[in-house]
């Protein structure tokens, strides 16, 4: 990790001259791959990886839910393993593989997965949508057939308010016969 902080002294020195009296911040370069593209930014150190995603890269997918790593809403894969984007600094994926659920896209199009979430209605207002869909396809990835109830253990961090969870897992099984027949 690449810190561009000043030293103590420096910062002492630095607080004492600015009329405001506010120190600097210590800031990283983080070196990421996000959705399959590397990137290389300049960031406080205390940055969220969900802030990180949305106001520095773009990526607006990712929801801020409950800002307590509770319900599962800010999910993404860091690695292919599902992460709590909300309860992540942005420093700890340094040098990883990050995917958002726009990084799930085929060409430009719906995954398989999200289009079965769209078909089968897995989506009520949308909002948990994102979580979990990544949640489901890092479980997809790992598990190609899954059970419901191996479904329903992977998505145990993931909340729904708008649903009784039947259409999200009967997604995640389309998607998952979907990819069988594909293969």
Known sequence: MTSTAAPASATTGAARSNPAGSRQRARTILTVTVNGREREDLIADGMLLLDYLRSVAGLTGT???????????????????????????????????????????????????????????????????????????????RNPDPSVAEIKTALGGNLCRCTGYVKIIESVQVAAAARKEGA
């Open 63 to 141: 929801k801020q839910g409950c800002d307590g790593g509770e319900c599962g809403a800010c999910t993404v894969l860091v690695d292919d393993r599902p992460r709590l984007a909300c309860s992540t600094l942005a420093v700890q994926v340094q040098g990883r593989r990050i995917e958002t659920v726009e990084g799930l896209t085929e060409g430009g199009r719906m995954s398989p997965l999200q289009q079965a979430f769209h078909e089968r209605l897995g989506a009520q207002c949308g909002f948990c949508t994102p979580g979990m869909i990544t949640t489901a396809e890092a479980l997809l990835r």
